[in-house]
Nanobody
Framework: QVQLVESGGGSVQAGGSLRLSCVASGYSVGGSCMGWFRQAPGKEREVVAAIGSDGSTTYADSVKGRFAISEDDVKFTLYLQMNSLKPEDTAMYYC????????????WGQGTQVTVSS
């Protein structure tokens, strides 16, 4: 059974940084397809960053140059380094994984809240 557990959220002032972690069990992080999503109140969930089986990364335009997704195969952990945070980054952040790459994200964590104050 796949479990994804996020941590690292919190409250920071604009311009600050946070690093989110997602520890996976029952799932091999290395060589897999995973991503970070976020959902703000009243808004649809959106993809923030994703990493492919070949290690390639993609980012939403709104976070390019500020966020970085990475993985540690040994620790079974996916990370999202978030720098230069803005109030509009405030949202619940979710880690997600695909059983088969380039299909659907069918494994989700419970989320971790990020709040950025101006």
């Amino acid at each position: 059974q796949v479990q994804l557990v996020e941590s690292g959220g919190g409250s920071v002032q604009a311009g600050g940084s946070l690093r989110l972690s997602c520890v996976a069990s029952g799932y091999s992080v290395g060589g897999s397809c995973m991503g970070w999503f976020r959902q703000a109140p009243g808004k649809e969930r959106e993809v923030v960053a994703a990493i492919g089986s070949d290690g390639s990364t993609t980012y939403a335009d709104s976070v390019k140059g500020r966020f970085a997704i990475s993985e540690d195969d040994v620790k079974f952990t996916l990370y999202l380094q978030m720098n230069s945070l803005k109030p509009e980054d405030t949202a619940m952040y979710y880690c997600a994984a695909q059983t088969y790459c380039y299909t659907v994200y069918n494994h989700w964590g419970q989320g971790t809240q990020v709040t950025v104050s101006s």
